[in-house]
């Protein structure tokens, strides 16, 4: 009888100490959402919510998740929540992760690359080589450096298209084109993805007069080929 009794008291403290902790956590986690929720945050308290989103583990899933999908989070707490998810899920957020290619926000969408290049996943090539033509510059450039990372050469065709994309241009007439450091990018990617078919059309690009300002970087491509 005494040893029934025993058991059902250690059981019920248990019991009591579990609610507690659970109570415990799900305060930490509104008080964590309600600092997120706030718009402009300094250094020092971005550094706060980065050490506290550290020490997460896997039973803060559904609240980054929550973070992660609502709109009335600022995009800065949505890039942290969606860092915060790959370290504690690994590989096996990706597919989730990987939505958010198609996130109105440039920054979810930027973050969401990182991901696929932080775990250099295959998978998801197709997706990213869409993204190639972005119109975020800094998402184009990810997209761009995850194709040459994984020697993605059946996305060849599409990097060479990059080239004929105005948006990757300071200028971009008929008398004169003015490149950015993405241009330079996409020849190198050219290369290391040994897309040779293309070479007469750089030899074309390098004798016309609007390229002059690329034609060094249009012959070391060819000398390159």
Do not use: C
């Not at 959402?33 to 896997?58: H, P």
């Not at 020697?151 to 298209?161: D, E, F, I, T």
């Amino acid at each position: 009888m005494f040893s029934k009794r025993r058991w059902l008291l250690s059981s019920l403290l248990f019991l009591s100490f579990s609610v507690f902790a659970e109570s415990k956590v799900e305060k930490n986690y509104s008080k964590l959402k309600n600092i997120l929720l706030k718009e402009s945050l300094s250094g020092e308290q971005r550094e706060k919510i980065q050490n506290a989103l550290f020490k997460l583990d896997n039973k803060s899933v559904p609240m980054l998740i929550e973070v992660m999908k609502s709109a009335k989070f600022p995009d800065q707490s949505r890039w942290m929540a969606t860092m915060s998810l790959a370290r504690i899920m690994g590989k096996k957020s990706l597919p989730f992760i990987s939505k958010f290619l198609r996130h109105p926000s440039w920054m979810m969408r930027l973050s969401s690359l990182k991901i696929i290049r932080m775990f250099k996943d295959k998978n998801y090539i197709s997706s990213v080589e869409k993204l190639l033509f972005d119109k975020s510059l800094l998402v184009r450039a990810e997209a761009l450096e995850i194709v040459h990372s994984l020697g993605a050469k059946a996305s060849a065709k599409s990097v060479w298209k990059m080239l004929y994309d105005k948006k990757n241009y300071i200028k971009f007439s008929k008398s004169e084109v003015q490149h950015t450091d993405i241009v330079e990018k996409i020849l190198k990617t050219v290369v290391d993805l040994d897309y040779k078919k293309v070479k007469p059309l750089l030899n074309k690009m390098a004798s016309e007069k609007k390229f002059a300002k690329m034609k060094k970087q249009l012959e070391l491509t060819i000398d390159n080929l």
